[in-house]
């Protein structure tokens, strides 16, 4: 990982509460990558689990980075060094001690699906009316929160972190050290069922993310009853949704027409009319409650949420549609679950275009035990909402493929994961122009391969 930043050495090492008496140094970034060193890096030596960063310090001096933070015992050679036995430990302290020197408004995304989506619409809708930071492309983990906040310009008003877990205790921490004024739980999936066994632990390991609010406010799906039935622990919240009659927020009258979705919010006291997302799915207009109820919260207003929603753009490999050759390419392969598949092929099925339907699917990991009726599950959703055409690659998606056909749909190809070649050329020749195709799997498969060979 490495991020930009703009301090001196001897700023950094005030604020991790760490000696440095030596010449000072412009600290342009901030890397814990050995790999990435440039000028003007500081190289954080972190222990992990397979590897002790302390043994790459050598590697980054040699590289020229600008100093390190290491432990006493590692060989720095000549190079500018702030010490300490536990670099995590220092940057949690120079991160916080960053954070509230800037003193912005903080908010917290987590949840099995839809984190980025929903963290990229605050973004959006915050930045509408004030400067705005985010955590960028996968920095959930407590070392890219850390990077993140350490990354925060001065004059900032708002930062958005999104925050994801492999284990219990993980939320936790971030919450911890970032101290959310307002917090948001998207939804509770079946993601990570191979480690936590039960979507109550998941849930569990969610709501760690008010450890740390300390009297904010909790953003939360409220059609999870996983969620819903822990209302009166949480604390101060709102809730939002399409189908309890409970939620704070909702959306009624929702159109899909040329790429855009347009509904109506509905809250408790009023209701807003012809709201517009640049995206189409109930699963994006879901996500977008969950913006619009935090941009209130934040005191934006209601024009303000509606110029940042409408100027939302997706990221990365998620939800990008585009033609190739005269096939429509939904590109939605940065990851899957079961629940964000099922909801891409509802997507899928609402676009108004006029070709045939079709998909590539493949492995959604991590999901233990329930492995297996899992991936049946979506292959009977991808029969029920009309696909035409059914293309898996991997093991566990052959899986996939016979709930399809179980489901009633004929026209299926698998393929196993190191096929990726023959898989597009079945798309290729499934396909016409004027088809759309959805492409989705978990980010192991790197299913991107498979449209740079259409």
């Known amino acids: 990982m490495i991020i930009n930043v703009d301090f001196t050495l001897k700023k950094l090492a005030a604020l991790c509460s760490l000696p440095y008496e030596g010449e000072d140094v412009k600290i342009t970034s901030i890397s814990t990558d050995s790999r990435e060193i440039e000028k003007g890096t500081l190289f954080v030596a972190l222990r992990g689990e397979k590897a002790d960063g302390n043994a790459y310090v050598p590697m980054a001096a040699a590289k020229g980075a600008a100093a390190v933070l290491c432990s006493p015992s590692a060989q720095r050679g000549e190079c500018p060094a702030l010490l300490c036995e536990d670099a995590l430990e220092a940057l949690i302290r120079g991160a916080k001690a960053h954070t509230a020197e800037i003193s912005p408004l903080k908010v917290a995304v987590t949840g099995s699906v839809g984190k980025t989506t929903t963290k990229e619409m605050i973004f959006s809708v915050l930045s509408a009316d004030r400067p705005t930071h985010k955590s960028e492309s996968n920095y959930n983990t407590i070392t890219g929160l850390l990077l993140t906040l350490l990354a925060m310009p001065r004059g900032t008003k708002a930062v958005v972190c999104e925050m994801g877990m492999s284990a219990r205790g993980e939320i936790s921490q971030m919450a911890r050290v970032l101290e959310p004024h307002i917090g948001v739980i998207t939804c509770i999936g079946s993601s990570h069922l191979e480690y936590l066994k039960t979507r109550e632990n998941i849930a569990s390991a969610k709501c760690e993310l008010l450890d740390g609010m300390n009297g904010g406010t909790l953003i939360f799906h409220g059609d999870e009853p996983l969620l819903r039935n822990r209302e009166e622990s949480i604390g101060q919240s709102v809730s939002f949704g399409l189908t309890d009659a409970r939620n704070d927020l909702t959306a009624e009258n929702i159109v899909f027409e040329n790429g855009c979705s347009r509904f109506d919010v509905r809250m408790r006291e009023k ?184």
């Open 271 to 454: 209701t807003v009319c012809g709201v517009t997302l640049p995206v189409t799915g109930k699963h994006n207009v879901t996500d977008a409650l969950a913006a619009y109820a935090a941009g209130l919260l934040a005191g934006a207003e209601e024009d303000t949420i509606r110029r940042g929603l409408m100027g939302y753009r997706t990221v990365g490999m998620r939800q990008n549609l585009y033609e190739k050759n005269g096939l429509w390419i939904l590109e939605d392969c940065y990851n899957a679950g079961p629940e964000s598949m099922m909801a891409s092929l509802e997507n899928l099925s609402a676009l108004s275009k006029n070709g045939r339907k079709a998909a590539v699917l493949g492995d959604m990991f991590e999901l233990g035990d329930a492995s297996e009726e899992l991936h049946r599950k979506v292959g009977r959703k991808a029969a029920e909402v009309g696909l035409e055409m059914l293309i898996t690659v991997g093991e566990g998606a052959k899986a996939i493929a016979e709930g399809a056909m179980e489901g009633g749909l004929t026209k299926v190809r698998f393929f196993e994961t190191e096929e990726i070649e023959q898989a597009a050329e079945a798309a290729k020749t499934l396909c016409e122009s004027g088809d759309l195709l959805l492409v989705k799997a978990s980010r192991g498969m790197r299913l991107e391969r498979l449209i740079a060979l259409l």
